[in-house]
């Protein structure tokens, strides 16, 4: 499409590379007057929608054949998830707010096909154009022609410019505001209560907890085997509270007869796609940082709070699927998350990073430095389908929150 000497076309690899990276650095993420993290990308940029079922990156150029440039660049992707509601096998409704086993074994998900807008970027030197309202009308045009029913995008919400280009102008109204919690990785191990055993599942039992349990959250995802089994996900893992050394944890017996707490989570590994860098930050931040490193590797017994190098470029992992039930399991869930620290540490990252909703059980037990951490992340969505015939979900987009979401990390 062009229109006002601005082209919005699909991404050429090939040629658009150089292009687009010039846009990335160009737009540091983060919220105004704070540190920003600058995002790097590995590869070609496409990378971190290309392992969804459907995606689609494009670019906005502007100027004359051959002095054209590329000035903005949008991203979006298209899968099935579940919208927050159970069916029962009567055919009767329910609305679903939590973990509970209660009603697993007579309840079915309810699918809709949801589109997701990822990584809109203009150049600040060419904001204020319509170049993002332009790209986000096209990559919606390709959403409706992939049968999406809704589409929904992320934001800071003290992004004010972000919020209003999709609230005000393209027809999103806000939805959610999951918390994004992140931890850095200290030079010192996390040490787990030996009352704690932690299991890693095979993705096919992983897969058989996630759907017994998690299906009727919202954006639980129809292919959640496809993210279980990719190359990026490092594995799902299961914490309970035991004393034998002897205890052996067998899925189908764990969903027959659960303990009575129990924790899980996934980690992705996102170091493999794009690495982050903050920057903003003054002499002094920078100073402190390296003295706590210093000490920590001093003195590894007191066991200091260190600031990683996250001046430059570094990697993290991301969980994703958190969960769990029982008094204990914000306390199980902190174990775990010890545990995703300490692999995080023997893969060089320098964050461990989770999104979470809001008032999800578990949120509790998760550590995480409130400097770094995002309390709400705003997500808004838009509705394309207007007829729903078999008057069986209705609208999504006005439903109330559950207790629960489920994060894709192709997406993160």
């Not at 009352?195 to 039992?205: A, E, G, Y």
């Not at 496809?226 to 299961?238: A, I, P, R």
């Not at 600031?307 to 969960?323: N, Q, S, T």
């Amino acid at each position: 499409m062009k229109e006002n000497g601005i082209t919005v076309r699909k991404y050429d690899s090939e040629k658009d590379f150089i292009g687009v990276e010039k846009v990335e650095r160009r737009c540091e993420v983060g919220p105004s007057g704070k540190m920003s993290l600058f995002t790097d990308m590995l590869g070609d940029p496409i990378c971190r929608v290309r392992h969804s079922p459907a995606s689609l990156m494009l670019v906005a150029e502007i100027g004359e054949e051959e002095e054209k440039e590329i000035v903005g660049l949008i991203r979006g992707c298209v899968k099935t998830v579940t919208c927050g509601k159970k069916l029962s096998r009567n055919g009767k409704n329910e609305n679903s707010s939590s973990h509970s086993n209660q009603h697993h074994h007579k309840t079915l998900p309810i699918y809709t096909k949801v589109a997701y807008v990822l990584g809109l970027r203009v150049s600040p030197s060419h904001r204020r154009l319509g170049i993002g309202q332009k790209l986000i009308s096209e990559i919606e045009n390709w959403f409706r022609e992939m049968g999406g029913e809704y589409s929904y995008m992320a934001t800071d919400k003290d992004n004010e410019a972000s919020v209003r280009l999709f609230t005000e102008k393209c027809g999103y109204t806000k939805f959610r505001t999951p918390s994004i919690l992140v931890q850095p990785v200290f030079a010192h191990r996390v040490k787990i209560s030996k009352r704690v055993k932690i299991f890693q599942l095979t993705p096919s039992d992983a897969e058989i907890l996630y759907r017994h349990r998690f299906s009727t959250i919202e954006f639980f995802p129809r292919d959640v085997d496809s993210v279980l089994n990719n190359k990026l996900s490092l594995g799902t893992f299961v914490a309970v509270l035991t004393d034998s050394d002897s205890y052996v944890l067998d899925v189908n017996q764990f969903l027959s007869t659960p303990p009575e707490s129990w924790a899980v989570l996934s980690v992705w590994n996102c170091k493999e796609v794009f690495t982050l860098e903050v920057r903003g930050a003054s002499k002094i931040r920078r100073g402190l940082a390296k003295t706590t490193r210093l000490m920590d590797r001093a003195f590894p017994w007191l066991r200091i709070p260190s600031i990683p190098e996250v001046f430059k470029p570094f990697g993290l992992h991301f969980l994703y699927g958190i969960g769990g039930e029982g008094s204990e399991s914000a306390k199980l869930t902190k174990s775990l998350c010890g545990f995703a620290h300490n692999l995080a540490k023997e893969n060089g990252c320098g964050v461990v990073a989770t999104e979470i909703a809001s008032c999800e059980p578990v949120k509790s037990g998760i550590p995480h430095w409130n400097s770094l951490s995002c309390p709400e992340d705003l997500w808004c969505i838009k509705r394309f389908r207007e007829d729903y015939s078999d008057g069986s979900v209705g609208d999504w987009a006005k439903s109330k929150p559950g207790l629960s979401i489920f994060v894709d990390p192709r997406e993160f």
